[in-house]
């Protein structure tokens, strides 16, 4: 290979030419594939297919072509990608599930809402609906810039005339790089609506509009369940989700017997996906209100749940099942969109209507302009043949005698180049009498017209009135009176907080909850007493053991500080040792396990550091959400928790137990109630750490775990009663050599 010349080479950081390779990759990606314009709401795969229909002539009322020579012409001509992507694309354009006004009138098999894929494109037909007809219309009339094609042969258009509202009223959705895209559909004669409204109104308010349009309008129907105020405040920002639930009735099937039949589910939520995973809870025994599940469906979705009782109210069966189904969903609104001046930016729905409207008056402007060019090349010509037919005589002579009439011709009628070429070109049936009245016939209402056109041109509220008149005929055609137009996802309003008890998510069942030391845990069915036998692991040995519901949640205290919380039914069986409870939580390996109990919300906790501090938590404060717990106790260098212990009830006292056997009792009323801290001095020591604490009823004494003897009750405690942060009293006479409570 020859070597390349030295002033070829340009020595760079790799860091910069990545850089730059990059932000070329990222503005490509962002411009010309991901985010949709926001004067046609098209991206340029589904433009391109658009305008190669158009030029196939594959126009709403002529026949169909196969897929397959479509793409070929927009990988051909526009769109230098692969043909899956393209056929992808267009098959999109067709599902009536997927767009919410179809601009692709498909033949063939084009999938389906069970998620299966539509046939090869050699089976498939294709050609254009009436809104891409719309989409189009006038783009022959100079109505937008075209520019050309990636090889330089033909020419394409940067953005289509869009006669209809496509960006609302089909949404999009894309990722590109570092942005993405998610607009849902809207009906598009509330769009009309709102429309007009602005072009009046151009500072209308958000609550107007959305008095308008409602909310999202979703193929697949739905009901849509958010707030009125959190859609109006994702419109006013242009970020937000709205909540989408299947649409539902209760058939009866008599003597008290019924059954659910959901016939519409949420966007984008394929069928059959949605009824496996409802399969897969109701094996798992998660679903313990339902006995049932079977899909009917046909063309229409039919989708029957059988309840376990009749007993079982329907609202709650159904509540349970959109909480733990895709029968309820959330479609975020993320309004990312290239603007007239292709910036991405992030609109709200005002300054997404406005653009639409802003591009009508720019397209109505270059029509206009364009159409009066051409009539005003026309009357030239039509002036000329009056011309002619007031001078017949004269034209013939001159045409017959002369071996250049042209020049003649101007000059002795004093026409323009363009006149004459007119003129000669004649033909002569044109020159009967019918002729030249059709000529002043055409000469009058092409005059009329171009006054006209130039008054639109100087009148800007004329314009409006044209565009509100075209917006007008859209709503018309798409209005909620037509059978496409109809609206067809529910208003509904925000669901009330249904109180679903735990019981009715999970079967509850008694449990025996065992943990060992090394960290090893399992849930033995029923509740097993703690004299039987139970095996562990060779090397380690029983440490916490409790009795519980599967209902029941687990609050775990590690030396960390940190609160966790476990489903008791999702603990593994008692079969084997169970798991190692650092597979469940995110607990480090130089932390350790420092206390265990079953939930029981309203109660309150003690707990304290090794260091002898220590504070009282409502114990609904310490439940955490996620596997890295819930921060309640903070620690100072070199300290661990040691102790959380739930209050009795009745109990007005805390004993708090030292490693140098030191016992102190105070009373409850001197310990702080916080939510987080390091707390306050529970027991002075001028060696040693805290070993445990516990709560009591001073009237009843103090109770400790006796070994094999059970519990042991020591009433007369006056002896260890002092104040908060003394070094407390040698424990009694007895008191376990393990130096701890329990």
Not at 309 to 329: I, K
Not at 457 to 465: A, H, I, P, V, Y
Not at 607 to 630: L, P, Y
Request: glycine share 8%.
């Amino acid at each position: 290979m020859n070597a390349l010349p030295a002033e070829s080479i340009r020595e760079t950081p790799l860091v910069d030419a990545l850089g730059e390779r990059y932000l070329a990759y990222a503005l490509s990606t962002i411009m010309a594939r991901s985010l949709p314009d926001v004067r046609d709401g098209l991206k340029p795969v589904h433009r391109r297919i658009l305008y190669a229909m158009r030029q196939l002539r594959l126009d709403p009322a002529t026949g169909y072509k196969k897929c397959a020579r479509v793409v070929g012409d927009v990988i051909g001509k526009y769109h230098p990608h692969g043909d899956v992507a393209v056929y992808d694309a267009l098959v999109r354009l067709a599902q009536t599930f997927a767009q919410r006004y179809p601009l692709v009138d498909g033949q063939g098999n084009f999938g389906n809402i069970d998620g299966d894929n539509a046939a090869a494109m050699r089976y498939t037909e294709a050609r254009m609906t009436e809104v891409a007809a719309l989409l189009l219309e006038g783009i022959d009339e100079n109505a937008v810039d075209l520019r050309p094609t990636y090889d330089g042969e033909d020419a394409e258009p940067v953005v289509l005339p869009a006669r209809f509202p496509n960006l609302l009223a089909n949404g999009s959705s894309g990722i590109a790089v570092g942005m993405a895209t998610n607009i849902p559909p809207h009906n598009a004669g509330e769009l009309c609506d709102a429309l007009l409204h602005l072009i009046k109104f151009p500072n209308a308010t958000f609550d107007k509009l959305v008095e308008m349009i409602p909310g999202p309008d979703f193929p697949t129907g739905g009901v849509l369940a958010e707030a009125r105020q959190a859609i109006v405040e994702a419109y006013r920002t242009g970020r937000g989700s709205f909540r989408v639930r299947a649409k539902w009735a209760v058939e009866k099937l008599g003597h008290g017997v019924y059954q659910i039949v959901v016939t519409e589910i949420p966007y984008q939520v394929p069928k059959s996906r949605l009824i496996e995973r409802m399969a897969e809870l109701l094996s798992e025994k998660k679903l313990p209100l339902l006995a049932d599940v079977r899909d009917e469906s046909s063309e229409d979705v039919r989708i029957v749940l059988e309840p376990k009782s009749r007993l079982v109210a329907p609202e709650l069966l159904m509540e349970q099942l959109f909480r733990q189904t895709e029968l309820e969903s959330r479609f975020g609104l993320n309004l990312n969109v290239l603007d007239a001046s292709n910036t991405p930016r992030v609109m709200n729905l005002r300054e997404a209507l406005q653009a639409f409207l802003d591009h009508r008056h720019d397209v109505l402007v270059r029509r206009s302009k364009f159409r009066l060019k051409k009539i005003e090349d026309r009357l030239e010509i039509l002036e000329g043949f009056l011309i002619a037919y007031l001078n017949l005589d004269k034209v013939i002579k001159i045409i017959r005698e002369s071996e250049e009439p042209k020049p003649k011709l101007v000059k002795a009628f004093k026409l323009t180049e363009v006149q004459a070429e007119a003129i000669l070109n004649m033909r002569l049936r044109q020159l009967r009498k019918l002729e030249e009245m059709e000529i002043k016939s055409e000469h009058k209402a092409l005059t009329d017209e171009r006054t006209g056109l130039r008054s639109l041109l100087k009148n800007e509220d004329k314009r409006w009135k044209a565009i509100a008149a075209d917006i007008a005929e859209v709503r018309q055609a798409f209005g909620p009176k037509t059978p496409l137009g109809r609206r067809r996802t529910e208003i509904g309003t925000a669901p009330a907080e249904v109180d679903v008890p735990v019981e009715a998510m999970i079967e509850r069942e008694p449990i025996t909850v065992v943990a060992s030391e090394k960290g090893w845990i399992r849930a033995i069915k029923g509740h097993v007493q703690d004299d039987q036998e139970i095996k562990y692991k060779e090397g380690d040995r029983p440490r916490f053991f409790l009795h519980a519901q599967t209902t029941d949640k687990l609050l775990v205290f590690a030396t960390n500080g940190r609160f966790y919380t476990l489903g008791c039914d999702k603990l593994p069986g008692g079969r084997g040792h169970g798991e190692p409870i650092r597979l469940m939580i995110d607990l480090a390996n130089e932390h350790d396990l420092a206390a265990m109990f079953v939930h029981s919300p309203g109660r309150k906790l003690v707990v304290a550091s090794d260091a002898g501090r220590g504070f009282i938590v409502e114990e609904s404060e310490v439940v955490a959400q996620t596997r890295n717990g819930k921060q309640v106790l903070n620690l100072g260098e070199g300290e661990k928790a040691e102790a959380a212990t739930a209050i009795a009830e009745g109990a007005d006292a805390v004993a708090v137990l030292g490693a140098n056997r030191k016992l102190l009792i105070f009373t409850l009323d001197e310990l702080p109630t916080m939510t987080r801290g390091r707390g306050v001095i529970l027991q002075r020591y001028a060696e040693g750490t805290l070993a445990d604490v516990t709560t009591l009823n001073t009237k009843q004494g103090l109770t400790w775990r006796a070994g094999g003897k059970g519990d042991h009750t020591e009433t007369d405690i006056k002896f260890w009663i002092g104040k908060r942060g003394q070094a407390g009293r040698v424990v009694p006479k007895g008191f376990p050599r393990a130096n701890r409570f329990t």
